[in-house]
């Protein structure tokens, strides 16, 4: 009985503590790329505001199955992508996974203004997560989740607007 009382005890302990270092993380998080493309905006944006167009650069597009693409919206088995602003530097996207769960993205596009230049590319995406300790630690590796097919992903989109 003495046994199992410390182990009830040392259990509640431990988890109010994994729950106190959790409230230290933050709840909204963003992951963010960027390139500079040698192409002018006016080259970019179509690539980047049709979401037919994102399977010639966009690698998480690519390994979904089943898609099925129209200009504002992408549906596949895995997930659904819904393009919920446009603007002349700004183009924002709502994805949405079986499960219900939601996450932004967009990307953010900075032009030296001659109309012939540099370009840069901003991608993020934004998540909010409950105080759940769980869903709190699982948001550390985010970026190393990400990151990767991120930056994969906009050297294909770097390669096709600079041609």
């Known amino acids: 009985m003495r046994f ?5 005890i040392s259990a509640v302990v431990l988890f109010v503590i994994i729950l106190l270092i959790s409230l230290l993380l933050p709840s909204h998080i963003r992951v963010s790329r960027a390139i500079d493309i040698n192409a002018p ?5 179509p690539l980047l505001s049709d979401t037919k167009k994102w399977e010639q650069w966009n690698d998480y597009i690519r ?14 088995d895995e997930i659904a992508v819904f393009i919920t602003g446009k603007k002349d530097s700004l183009v924002t996207a709502e994805w949405k996974q079986p499960s219900g769960d939601k996450f932004g993205s967009g990307f ?19 998540f909010h997560v409950r105080w ?10 985010y970026d190393q989740q990400l990151g990767p097919v991120m930056e ?9 607007a600079e041609r």
């Open 4 to 8: 199992i009382k410390l182990a009830f």
């Open 41 to 45: 905006a006016e080259n970019i944006y």
């Open 63 to 76: 390994a979904y199955h089943n898609r099925v693409a129209e200009t504002d919206m992408l549906k596949a």
């Open 108 to 126: 953010a596009i900075f032009s030296n203004g001659s109309g012939k230049g540099h370009t840069t590319v901003q991608w993020y995406f934004d």
């Open 132 to 141: 759940y300790p769980w869903e709190k630690f699982q948001s550390i590796v």
């Open 152 to 160: 994969k992903s906009l050297a294909t989109l770097k390669r096709i």
